[in-house]
T-cell receptor
Framework: GQSLEQPSEVTAVEGAIVQMNCTYQTSGFYGLSWYQQHDGGAPTFLSYNALDGLEETGRFSSFLSRSDSYGYLLLQELQMKDSASYFCAARRSNYQLIWGAGTKLIIKP | DTAVSQTPKYLVTQMGNDKSIKCEQNLGHDTMYWYKQDSKKFLKIMFSYNNKELIINETVPNRFSPKSPDKAHLNLHINSLELGDSAVYFC????????????FGEGSRLTVL
């Protein structure tokens, strides 16, 4: 079947670096997307990886390894406003997205 | 200007009632979606329309009926509401680019009593 696995919760300290992992099992895989959702808010797009390697956008980086069916989202210089849920989603050939259950990031001062 | 807007933002209603949620996007996207997010935060796709045509219809009770009068609008009507329908319903539209980025509305929180 199609599935994505994410840790349910990750805790980190303000100013630190955190990595949130995502493993996927998806046929017709095209790429991996990441979305951020604050409590009470809507998911917002963060990044998309179609090729192996690291993509960097400011404090956020996303990594993909197709051979390992694995990706991660890296957040640097953590700020309290980064407290949110982070979803990975595997894009299939017809633009269909298979979603992970999300990782809740808790940041402590 | 809001890119994807949904109304109403909150809905509280009794079991057995019928309710509708409206969605409009001003991004010029061809594809729109309805997602359901339950209390455990899992995002479940319900329907997808491309240029007014239904392209994804997941295993959803037929009490749920989407309608797309034009490619900028996608509404959701729910008949005979049940307690298990309580959730946040998100409308989204998709860019046609490589990333397939979804733009979500603010969500409509439905509570069935």
């Amino acid at each position: 079947g199609q599935s994505l696995e994410q840790p349910s919760e990750v805790t980190a300290v303000e100013g630190a670096i955190v990595q949130m992992n995502c493993t996927y099992q998806t046929s017709g895989f095209y790429g991996l997307s990441w979305y951020q959702q604050h409590d009470g808010g809507a998911p917002t797009f963060l990044s998309y990886n179609a090729l192996d390697g690291l993509e960097e956008t400011g404090r956020f980086s996303s990594f993909l390894s197709r051979s390992d069916s694995y990706g991660y989202l890296l957040l640097q210089e953590l700020q309290m406003k980064d407290s949110a849920s982070y979803f990975c989603a595997a894009r299939r050939s017809n633009y269909q997205l298979i979603w992970g259950a999300g990782t809740k990031l808790i940041i402590k001062p | 200007d809001t890119a994807v807007s949904q109304t109403p933002k909150y809905l509280v209603t009794q079991m057995g009632n019928d309710k509708s949620i409206k969605c409009e996007q001003n991004l010029g996207h061809d594809t729109m979606y309805w997602y359901k997010q339950d209390s455990k935060k899992f995002l479940k796709i319900m329907f997808s329309y491309n240029n007014k045509e239904l392209i994804i219809n997941e295993t959803v009770p037929n009490r749920f009926s989407p309608k797309s009068p034009d490619k900028a609008h996608l509404n959701l009507h729910i008949n005979s509401l049940e307690l298990g329908d309580s959730a946040v319903y998100f409308c989204a539209s998709r860019t046609g680019g490589v990333t397939g980025e979804l733009f979500f509305g603010e969500g409509s929180r439905l509570t069935v009593l």
